[in-house]
């Protein structure tokens, strides 16, 4: 009987060749786009989808090129939030073209194939050994929609990851050190803290940490057109990478986020004031 060590190569399975193959496809297929960015949290219910979407819009605002890729494959929110929920993907040139929105951001969510009542799920040949093995699953799945899709020429794409500190960097080591990194907090001692953890993490590899948002700064209140307090303040640590900017919280974004309406939708408010300046500094980052 033949040990793993007498084994030479992959035995004869083509696994090799095959992860040669899909790299190949993946840098072929992002050649058009300058920048890849990650937008990350630490922790769950920070407003990360959202504010990746809003900012994608300002940036569009500005003229620049971008797409999209809701990487969050259990929890995609992005189809319904960027109004392409139950688009069809129709052959592009080589790849499949991605569906876009009214200001013509390319957006892939698995929100756009699976039903919100449906959890995307991964058959496992091991009875109830699937979590084992489930986040492999998840970065095949990953590659092969970079490597399957019609990127083209972007400016940025931009990936709306799943939360967890731990995931954070998962991405980046499959993403690789092209990939820049924007993490998501709000004024909360708790999520600071786990965001902190990611900043820790992620300053261990070659990554570049462009900076962190601070979400739900405050409350928009249109009355007395005014940020009010949202949370109790107290002195918080540095986190030791820039601040790109706060957002306030404002109601009639959620609201338009769950019609799948954009951003340039609104009147002018303080909230696209505070992502346009995020934009700004965000681009001044990378370049």
Not at 21 to 28: G, H, K, L, V, W
Not at 30 to 39: C, D, E, I, Q, S
Not at 122 to 148: C, D
Not at 229 to 249: E, H, K, Y
């Amino acid at each position: 009987m033949k040990s793993y060590h007498d084994i030479a190569g992959d035995g004869g399975s083509r696994v090799l060749e095959q992860v040669a193959e899909q790299r190949a496809r993946i840098s072929d297929g992002l050649a058009g786009v300058r920048h890849l960015v990650a937008v990350g949290s630490g922790k769950g219910g920070v407003g990360k989808s959202t504010l990746t979407l809003h900012l994608a819009g300002a940036l569009r605002a500005r003229g620049l090129r971008i797409a999209i890729l809701d990487a969050d494959f259990n929890g995609p929110s992005q189809a319904r939030m960027a109004g392409v929920q139950g688009a069809l993907f129709v052959p592009g040139r080589d790849r499949v073209a991605l569906p876009r929105t009214s200001s013509g951001i390319g957006v892939f969510s698995m929100g756009s194939l699976v039903p919100e009542t449906s959890a995307l799920e991964f058959e496992s040949t091991a009875q109830g050994e699937s979590h084992t093995w489930r986040a492999t699953r998840e970065f095949a799945l990953l590659g092969e929609i970079l490597g399957a899709f019609e990127w083209g020429e972007l400016d940025l794409l931009m990936f709306d990851l799943p939360p967890g500190a731990e995931r954070t960097v998962q991405y980046a080591d499959f993403l690789g050190p092209r990939t820049s990194f924007v993490l998501v907090t709000i004024p909360s001692e708790v999520a600071r803290g786990v965001v902190a953890r990611s900043v820790a993490a992620l300053s261990k590899g070659p990554n570049r940490l462009l900076g962190y948002v601070e979400n739900m700064s405050g409350y928009y209140c249109r009355d007395c057109d005014a940020i009010k307090p949202l949370f109790v303040s107290r002195n918080q640590a540095d986190l030791g990478i820039p601040c790109l900017g706060t957002v306030p919280f404002d109601p009639e974004l959620a609201q338009h986020c769950d019609q799948g309406l954009a951003l340039a939708d609104m009147p002018d408010t303080l909230v696209g004031q505070a992502l346009d300046q995020i934009a700004q500094r965000l681009m001044e980052g990378l370049d």
